[in-house]
Each structure stands twice: as structure tokens, then as C-alpha cells.
């Protein structure tokens, strides 16, 4: 299982947890369990083509899922998931 930390805006989801055990051998299956247990949280992660929202970055124990191999990524038991909304300011 890997140890996924939920960001403050998707925790009404999780029921105020900020980090969650879930299993998936990528983050695509990942996401799926996550969603299975969580419903909707996949719809504020993936767009409707099923790719990662523009806006929200996964770290895999803190490398940027889009630099690895994306929703393809490995995932083994014990590695820390981040998701992370992106700020923009100004």
C-alpha cells in the first residue's frame, strides 16, 4: 500500500483525512482504488480523457509523476504519493 497525502481542498472527500492508505501498482490504478474508496476524486484529478488535470500535480516519493512515466508510473508498497493542487498568485 502506498501512503497518499490528500491536499486540503480534496479532504470534504476523504472525511477530513489528509493521507490515506490505498493500493495500484501506478497511479492510474491507484487513482481508480482511490476513487472506489473516495467516490469523486478521480473527477477532480482526471479531466475527461483521462489525463491528469492541468492544474494538479502526483509526486511519487517527490518526484513530479509527469517527468517519470505519468499515470503509468510505478507505485510499491510504502512509497509516499503526494497530490498537490498548483497556486498560482500574483
Known amino acids: 500500500m502506498a501512503n497518499v497525502k490528500i ?12 493521507e490515506v492508505e490505498i493500493e495500484g501498482a501506478n497511479i492510474n490504478t491507484l487513482i481508480e482504488n482511490l476513487d ?35 499515470l503509468d508510473t510505478g507505485v510499491r508498497d510504502g512509497d509516499n504519493v503526494s497530490i498537490v493542487p498548483a497556486i498560482a498568485g500574483g
Open 7 to 18: 491536499p486540503t481542498p480534496l479532504r470534504n472527500l476523504t472525511k477530513g483525512a489528509g
Open 36 to 70: 472506489k474508496q473516495y467516490p469523486g476524486i478521480k473527477g477532480r484529478l482526471l479531466d475527461e480523457s483521462n489525463n491528469l488535470r492541468r492544474f494538479v500535480n502526483i509526486y511519487v516519493n517527490g518526484d513530479d509523476v509527469r517527468f517519470l512515466k505519468g
